[in-house]
Protein backbone atom coordinates (compact mmCIF):
# COMPACT_ATOMS: atom_id res chain seq x y z
CA UNK A 1 0.00 0.00 0.00
CA UNK A 2 0.91 3.53 -0.62
CA UNK A 3 2.08 5.80 2.19
CA UNK A 4 -0.11 8.66 2.68
CA UNK A 5 1.87 11.93 2.10
CA UNK A 6 0.24 13.60 5.51
CA UNK A 7 0.08 11.55 8.03
CA UNK A 8 -3.86 10.98 9.30
CA UNK A 9 -4.59 10.90 13.35
CA UNK A 10 -6.68 9.49 15.54
CA UNK A 11 -8.64 12.59 16.01
CA UNK A 12 -8.62 15.96 14.57
CA UNK A 13 -10.28 18.73 16.41
CA UNK A 14 -13.07 20.76 15.32
CA UNK A 15 -13.30 24.32 15.38
CA UNK A 16 -15.86 26.66 13.88
CA UNK A 17 -14.13 29.56 11.11
CA UNK A 18 -12.39 32.14 12.99
CA UNK A 19 -14.51 35.11 11.73
CA UNK A 20 -17.80 33.28 13.64
CA UNK A 21 -16.00 33.30 17.02
CA UNK A 22 -14.61 37.05 16.97
CA UNK A 23 -17.60 38.37 17.72
CA UNK A 24 -17.86 36.42 21.22
CA UNK A 25 -14.25 37.25 22.09
CA UNK A 26 -15.39 41.25 21.12
CA UNK A 27 -17.80 41.11 24.15
CA UNK A 28 -14.98 39.47 26.43
CA UNK A 29 -12.77 42.05 25.73
CA UNK A 30 -15.85 45.00 25.96
CA UNK A 31 -17.34 43.65 29.03
CA UNK A 32 -14.41 42.57 31.19
CA UNK A 33 -16.41 39.52 32.52
CA UNK A 34 -13.50 36.79 32.26
CA UNK A 35 -14.97 33.80 34.77
CA UNK A 36 -17.03 33.56 37.79
CA UNK A 37 -20.00 32.26 36.20
CA UNK A 38 -20.14 35.46 33.54
CA UNK A 39 -22.58 35.72 30.58
CA UNK A 40 -21.41 33.30 28.11
CA UNK A 41 -21.22 30.75 30.80
CA UNK A 42 -25.14 31.15 32.15
CA UNK A 43 -25.72 30.96 28.47
CA UNK A 44 -23.93 27.88 27.82
CA UNK A 45 -25.50 26.31 30.76
CA UNK A 46 -28.89 26.96 29.53
CA UNK A 47 -28.49 25.83 25.89
CA UNK A 48 -26.61 22.51 27.13
CA UNK A 49 -29.31 21.55 29.37
CA UNK A 50 -32.11 21.99 26.82
CA UNK A 51 -29.68 20.27 24.45
CA UNK A 52 -28.94 17.47 26.02
CA UNK A 53 -32.31 16.96 27.73
CA UNK A 54 -30.99 17.14 31.64
CA UNK A 55 -32.25 19.54 33.97
CA UNK A 56 -29.36 20.76 35.80
CA UNK A 57 -25.78 20.84 33.87
CA UNK A 58 -23.06 22.99 36.12
CA UNK A 59 -19.94 23.43 33.80
CA UNK A 60 -16.23 22.70 34.62
CA UNK A 61 -12.95 23.52 33.59
CA UNK A 62 -12.32 19.92 32.28
CA UNK A 63 -13.69 16.44 33.18
CA UNK A 64 -10.95 15.41 35.27
CA UNK A 65 -12.12 18.29 37.62
CA UNK A 66 -15.59 17.19 37.38
CA UNK A 67 -15.03 13.68 38.39
CA UNK A 68 -13.07 14.48 41.22
CA UNK A 69 -15.61 17.18 42.46
CA UNK A 70 -18.72 14.47 41.63
CA UNK A 71 -17.28 12.43 44.26
CA UNK A 72 -16.87 15.20 46.92
CA UNK A 73 -20.42 16.50 46.00
CA UNK A 74 -21.98 13.26 46.84
CA UNK A 75 -18.97 12.72 49.73
CA UNK A 76 -18.49 9.13 48.41
CA UNK A 77 -15.77 7.41 50.41
CA UNK A 78 -14.55 4.03 51.49
CA UNK A 79 -14.58 2.44 48.19
CA UNK A 80 -15.94 2.35 44.52
CA UNK A 81 -16.63 -0.38 41.91
CA UNK A 82 -15.46 1.22 38.62
CA UNK A 83 -13.65 -0.28 34.84
CA UNK A 84 -10.49 -0.48 34.10
CA UNK A 85 -11.19 -0.10 30.52
CA UNK A 86 -11.31 3.82 30.37
CA UNK A 87 -8.89 6.43 30.31
CA UNK A 88 -6.61 6.58 33.52
CA UNK A 89 -8.65 9.72 34.74
CA UNK A 90 -11.35 7.50 35.96
CA UNK A 91 -9.84 5.94 38.21
CA UNK A 92 -7.24 9.14 39.35
CA UNK A 93 -10.29 10.76 40.31
CA UNK A 94 -11.06 7.89 43.38
CA UNK A 95 -7.32 8.45 44.01
CA UNK A 96 -7.58 12.02 44.48
CA UNK A 97 -10.46 11.41 46.74
CA UNK A 98 -8.71 9.18 49.09
CA UNK A 99 -11.40 6.24 47.31
CA UNK A 100 -9.77 2.56 47.25
CA UNK A 101 -10.77 1.83 43.33
CA UNK A 102 -12.67 -2.18 42.87
CA UNK A 103 -12.31 -2.83 39.60
CA UNK A 104 -14.94 -5.07 37.86
CA UNK A 105 -14.49 -6.87 35.08
CA UNK A 106 -16.48 -5.66 31.24
CA UNK A 107 -19.07 -7.13 29.58
CA UNK A 108 -17.71 -8.71 25.51
CA UNK A 109 -20.65 -6.84 23.81
CA UNK A 110 -19.17 -3.43 24.15
CA UNK A 111 -17.01 -2.90 27.23
CA UNK A 112 -19.01 -1.61 29.60
CA UNK A 113 -18.75 -3.07 33.32
CA UNK A 114 -20.38 -6.16 33.36
CA UNK A 115 -23.31 -5.40 36.11
CA UNK A 116 -23.57 -9.29 36.51
CA UNK A 117 -20.08 -9.03 38.21
CA UNK A 118 -20.86 -6.07 40.49
CA UNK A 119 -22.68 -7.56 43.33
CA UNK A 120 -19.63 -10.09 44.19
CA UNK A 121 -17.60 -6.61 44.59
CA UNK A 122 -19.54 -5.13 46.93
CA UNK A 123 -18.37 -4.50 50.69
CA UNK A 124 -19.61 -3.23 54.10
CA UNK A 125 -17.32 0.01 52.98
CA UNK A 126 -18.46 0.27 48.53
CA UNK A 127 -20.28 3.44 48.66
CA UNK A 128 -20.96 3.58 45.04
CA UNK A 129 -20.24 2.66 41.50
CA UNK A 130 -18.39 4.78 38.86
CA UNK A 131 -18.82 3.06 35.44
CA UNK A 132 -18.17 4.55 32.00
CA UNK A 133 -20.09 4.16 28.80
CA UNK A 134 -17.45 3.07 26.50
CA UNK A 135 -17.09 4.55 23.34
CA UNK A 136 -20.43 6.57 23.98
CA UNK A 137 -22.42 3.77 24.03
CA UNK A 138 -24.90 3.01 27.06
CA UNK A 139 -24.15 0.73 30.06
CA UNK A 140 -26.41 -1.40 31.24
CA UNK A 141 -28.22 1.45 32.71
CA UNK A 142 -31.25 -0.35 34.20
CA UNK A 143 -29.81 -3.03 35.67
CA UNK A 144 -27.11 -1.02 37.24
CA UNK A 145 -29.29 1.38 39.01
CA UNK A 146 -31.21 -1.63 40.39
CA UNK A 147 -28.27 -3.04 41.82
CA UNK A 148 -27.42 1.02 43.49
CA UNK A 149 -30.92 0.46 44.55
CA UNK A 150 -30.26 -2.89 46.14
CA UNK A 151 -27.58 -1.73 48.27
CA UNK A 152 -28.00 1.66 48.86
CA UNK A 153 -25.17 2.80 46.50
CA UNK A 154 -24.76 5.59 44.69
CA UNK A 155 -24.24 5.65 40.83
CA UNK A 156 -22.05 8.37 39.36
CA UNK A 157 -21.73 7.81 35.23
CA UNK A 158 -18.07 9.16 33.29
CA UNK A 159 -20.39 10.18 30.44
CA UNK A 160 -16.88 11.73 28.76
CA UNK A 161 -17.43 9.70 25.30
CA UNK A 162 -21.74 10.42 25.64
CA UNK A 163 -21.91 14.19 24.42
CA UNK A 164 -25.53 14.50 22.86
CA UNK A 165 -25.94 10.23 23.14
CA UNK A 166 -29.82 9.50 23.64
CA UNK A 167 -30.89 6.08 25.25
CA UNK A 168 -34.74 5.22 24.75
CA UNK A 169 -35.31 8.88 23.71
CA UNK A 170 -33.91 10.04 26.97
CA UNK A 171 -30.52 11.95 27.27
CA UNK A 172 -28.01 9.24 28.25
CA UNK A 173 -26.81 11.94 31.65
CA UNK A 174 -30.20 11.13 32.81
CA UNK A 175 -29.44 7.91 34.36
CA UNK A 176 -27.18 7.21 37.73
CA UNK A 177 -27.44 10.38 40.22
CA UNK A 178 -24.16 12.41 38.75
CA UNK A 179 -22.96 12.29 34.77
CA UNK A 180 -19.71 14.27 34.03
CA UNK A 181 -19.02 15.32 30.42
CA UNK A 182 -15.55 15.99 28.95
CA UNK A 183 -15.31 18.75 26.21
CA UNK A 184 -11.29 18.26 25.34
CA UNK A 185 -10.32 18.64 22.34
CA UNK A 186 -10.45 14.87 21.55
CA UNK A 187 -14.21 14.85 22.42
CA UNK A 188 -17.14 15.26 19.99
CA UNK A 189 -17.78 19.06 21.54
CA UNK A 190 -14.64 20.50 22.25
CA UNK A 191 -14.23 23.80 24.29
CA UNK A 192 -10.72 23.05 24.02
CA UNK A 193 -10.96 22.11 27.29
CA UNK A 194 -13.87 21.92 29.33
CA UNK A 195 -16.02 19.58 31.36
CA UNK A 196 -19.56 19.22 33.14
CA UNK A 197 -21.43 17.83 36.10
CA UNK A 198 -25.45 16.99 35.42
CA UNK A 199 -27.70 16.26 38.19
CA UNK A 200 -31.45 16.09 38.80
CA UNK A 201 -32.07 18.69 40.96
CA UNK A 202 -31.72 22.37 42.15
CA UNK A 203 -30.18 21.75 45.87
CA UNK A 204 -27.59 19.20 44.22
CA UNK A 205 -26.68 21.83 41.20
CA UNK A 206 -26.05 24.54 43.99
CA UNK A 207 -23.73 22.26 45.74
CA UNK A 208 -22.11 21.72 42.97
CA UNK A 209 -21.04 25.24 42.12
CA UNK A 210 -20.08 26.14 45.74
CA UNK A 211 -17.40 22.91 45.66
CA UNK A 212 -16.22 24.26 42.09
CA UNK A 213 -16.01 27.93 43.10
CA UNK A 214 -13.61 27.40 46.67
CA UNK A 215 -17.09 26.08 48.62
CA UNK A 216 -17.89 29.60 48.62
CA UNK A 217 -21.51 29.53 49.50
CA UNK A 218 -21.81 33.27 50.30
CA UNK A 219 -19.85 36.13 50.62
CA UNK A 220 -17.73 35.14 53.92
CA UNK A 221 -19.24 31.14 53.96
CA UNK A 222 -17.58 28.45 53.05
CA UNK A 223 -19.54 25.40 52.74
CA UNK A 224 -16.65 22.20 52.42
CA UNK A 225 -13.24 22.55 50.83
CA UNK A 226 -13.67 22.96 47.59
CA UNK A 227 -11.99 23.50 44.53
CA UNK A 228 -11.31 26.13 41.75
CA UNK A 229 -12.42 24.27 38.47
CA UNK A 230 -14.65 26.65 36.83
CA UNK A 231 -14.93 27.14 33.15
CA UNK A 232 -13.69 30.60 31.71
CA UNK A 233 -15.81 32.70 29.29
CA UNK A 234 -13.65 32.08 26.64
CA UNK A 235 -14.07 28.19 26.72
CA UNK A 236 -17.96 29.31 27.17
CA UNK A 237 -17.81 31.32 24.06
CA UNK A 238 -16.06 28.87 22.01
CA UNK A 239 -18.86 26.14 23.59
CA UNK A 240 -22.02 28.39 21.93
CA UNK A 241 -20.34 28.66 18.52
CA UNK A 242 -19.72 24.98 18.44
CA UNK A 243 -22.93 23.80 19.68
CA UNK A 244 -24.00 25.32 16.24
CA UNK A 245 -21.79 22.86 13.72
CA UNK A 246 -22.76 19.62 16.54
CA UNK A 247 -25.66 18.40 14.47
CA UNK A 248 -23.70 18.88 11.25
CA UNK A 249 -20.55 17.14 12.41
CA UNK A 250 -22.26 14.14 14.20
CA UNK A 251 -23.48 13.73 10.37
CA UNK A 252 -20.06 13.60 9.15
CA UNK A 253 -19.10 11.33 11.31
CA UNK A 254 -22.00 8.61 10.62
CA UNK A 255 -21.00 9.23 6.71
CA UNK A 256 -17.10 7.98 8.04
CA UNK A 257 -18.76 5.17 10.19
CA UNK A 258 -21.04 3.90 7.37
CA UNK A 259 -18.06 3.42 5.36
CA UNK A 260 -16.16 1.53 8.01
CA UNK A 261 -19.19 -0.68 9.04
CA UNK A 262 -19.45 -1.82 5.49
CA UNK A 263 -15.99 -2.17 4.53
CA UNK A 264 -14.67 -4.12 7.81
CA UNK A 265 -17.46 -6.66 8.52
CA UNK A 266 -16.16 -9.07 6.33
CA UNK A 267 -12.61 -8.96 7.28
CA UNK A 268 -11.82 -12.44 9.25
CA UNK A 269 -10.15 -11.82 12.11
CA UNK A 270 -11.43 -8.61 12.50
CA UNK A 271 -14.73 -7.37 15.02
CA UNK A 272 -16.25 -4.39 15.34
CA UNK A 273 -18.98 -3.38 17.56
CA UNK A 274 -22.44 -4.24 17.55
CA UNK A 275 -25.28 -1.10 16.72
CA UNK A 276 -26.63 -0.23 20.24
CA UNK A 277 -30.39 -0.86 20.34
CA UNK A 278 -32.62 2.28 21.26
CA UNK A 279 -30.09 4.55 20.96
CA UNK A 280 -29.05 7.76 18.94
CA UNK A 281 -25.11 7.71 18.64
CA UNK A 282 -22.85 10.30 18.49
CA UNK A 283 -19.95 8.43 16.68
CA UNK A 284 -17.31 9.15 19.03
CA UNK A 285 -15.04 6.39 18.24
CA UNK A 286 -14.70 3.56 15.93
CA UNK A 287 -12.93 0.86 17.99
CA UNK A 288 -12.03 -2.67 16.08
CA UNK A 289 -10.56 -5.88 17.76
CA UNK A 290 -7.87 -8.09 16.00
CA UNK A 291 -8.03 -11.60 16.53
CA UNK A 292 -4.57 -12.80 15.64
CA UNK A 293 -5.19 -16.20 14.80
CA UNK A 294 -7.82 -15.86 12.23
CA UNK A 295 -6.64 -12.35 11.20
CA UNK A 296 -2.69 -13.77 10.86
CA UNK A 297 -0.96 -10.92 12.37
CA UNK A 298 -1.01 -9.23 16.18
CA UNK A 299 -2.67 -6.34 17.00
CA UNK A 300 0.24 -4.58 17.33
CA UNK A 301 1.56 -5.75 14.08
CA UNK A 302 -1.55 -3.61 12.38
CA UNK A 303 -1.52 -0.87 14.29
CA UNK A 304 2.77 -0.68 13.40
CA UNK A 305 1.95 -1.24 9.99
CA UNK A 306 -0.83 1.46 9.96
CA UNK A 307 1.75 3.93 11.21
CA UNK A 308 4.36 3.18 8.46
CA UNK A 309 1.66 4.27 6.08
CA UNK A 310 1.32 7.28 7.67
CA UNK A 311 -2.41 6.26 9.58
CA UNK A 312 -2.36 6.66 13.43
CA UNK A 313 -5.05 4.83 15.54
CA UNK A 314 -4.56 4.58 19.36
CA UNK A 315 -5.04 1.33 21.14
CA UNK A 316 -8.04 3.20 23.57
CA UNK A 317 -7.94 1.06 26.09
CA UNK A 318 -4.57 -0.29 26.69
CA UNK A 319 -3.16 -0.81 28.78
CA UNK A 320 -5.88 -1.64 31.38
CA UNK A 321 -5.83 0.81 33.71
CA UNK A 322 -5.69 -1.75 36.58
CA UNK A 323 -2.02 -2.45 35.33
CA UNK A 324 -0.27 1.10 36.11
CA UNK A 325 1.84 1.09 38.85
CA UNK A 326 -0.41 2.74 41.02
CA UNK A 327 -3.45 0.55 40.74
CA UNK A 328 -1.45 -3.23 39.61
CA UNK A 329 -1.30 -3.98 43.90
CA UNK A 330 -4.94 -3.50 44.22
CA UNK A 331 -6.77 -7.34 44.93
CA UNK A 332 -8.82 -6.60 42.18
CA UNK A 333 -6.34 -5.93 39.65
CA UNK A 334 -5.28 -8.96 39.66
CA UNK A 335 -5.25 -10.66 35.65
CA UNK A 336 -7.82 -13.31 36.49
CA UNK A 337 -10.50 -11.02 37.80
CA UNK A 338 -10.46 -8.86 34.44
CA UNK A 339 -9.89 -11.28 31.72
CA UNK A 340 -12.89 -10.25 29.11
CA UNK A 341 -11.02 -6.83 29.82
CA UNK A 342 -7.50 -7.73 29.30
CA UNK A 343 -8.65 -9.39 25.67
CA UNK A 344 -10.19 -6.07 24.63
CA UNK A 345 -7.41 -3.97 25.76
CA UNK A 346 -4.87 -6.21 23.70
CA UNK A 347 -6.84 -6.64 20.55
CA UNK A 348 -8.28 -2.90 20.07
CA UNK A 349 -7.75 -0.25 17.39
CA UNK A 350 -9.18 2.40 17.49
CA UNK A 351 -9.27 3.85 13.98
CA UNK A 352 -9.42 8.09 12.60
CA UNK A 353 -12.23 9.23 12.49
CA UNK A 354 -13.25 13.23 12.72
CA UNK A 355 -15.87 15.07 10.75
CA UNK A 356 -13.19 16.19 7.96
CA UNK A 357 -12.09 13.13 7.62
CA UNK A 358 -12.34 12.46 3.71
CA UNK A 359 -14.25 9.82 2.68
CA UNK A 360 -11.91 8.57 0.37
CA UNK A 361 -9.08 8.40 3.13
CA UNK A 362 -11.63 6.15 5.01
CA UNK A 363 -11.77 3.87 2.14
CA UNK A 364 -8.07 3.74 2.04
CA UNK A 365 -7.82 3.07 5.80
CA UNK A 366 -9.84 -0.32 5.07
CA UNK A 367 -8.11 -1.27 2.24
CA UNK A 368 -5.00 -1.22 4.46
CA UNK A 369 -6.70 -3.35 6.87
CA UNK A 370 -8.05 -5.82 4.47
CA UNK A 371 -4.47 -5.99 2.88
C1 LIG B 1 -11.50 12.42 28.20
C2 LIG B 1 -11.91 11.55 29.32
C3 LIG B 1 -11.84 11.99 30.65
C4 LIG B 1 -11.15 13.23 31.07
O1 LIG B 1 -11.63 14.38 30.58
P1 LIG B 1 -10.72 15.70 30.49
O2 LIG B 1 -11.69 16.73 30.06
O3 LIG B 1 -9.67 15.43 29.46
O4 LIG B 1 -10.14 15.96 31.84
C5 LIG B 1 -12.37 11.16 31.64
N1 LIG B 1 -12.89 9.96 31.34
C6 LIG B 1 -12.93 9.49 30.08
C7 LIG B 1 -13.55 8.16 29.83
C8 LIG B 1 -12.42 10.27 29.03
O5 LIG B 1 -12.43 9.78 27.79
Not at 149 to 166: Q, T
Not at 307 to 319: D, E, S, T, V
Amino acid sequence: MKKLENPIYVTQPSLPELEEFIPYLQQIWDNKILTNNGPFHQQLEKELANFLGVPYISLFANGTLALVTALQVLRITGEVITTPYSFVATTHSLWWNNIKPVFVDIEPEFGNINPEKIEAAITPKTTAILPVHVYGNPCNVERIQEIADIYGLKVIYDAAHCFGVNYKGKGICNFGDLSILSFHATKVFNTMEGGAIICHDKATKKRIDYLKNFGFAGETTIMAPGINSKMNEMQAALGLVQLKHYQENIAKRKAIVDIYRKELTTINGITILPIPENTDLNHAYFPIFVDEKNYGITRDQLYERLKQNNIFGRRYFYPLISEFPMYKGLDSAVPSNLKTAKQLAERVICLPIYPDLDIELAKYICKNIKN
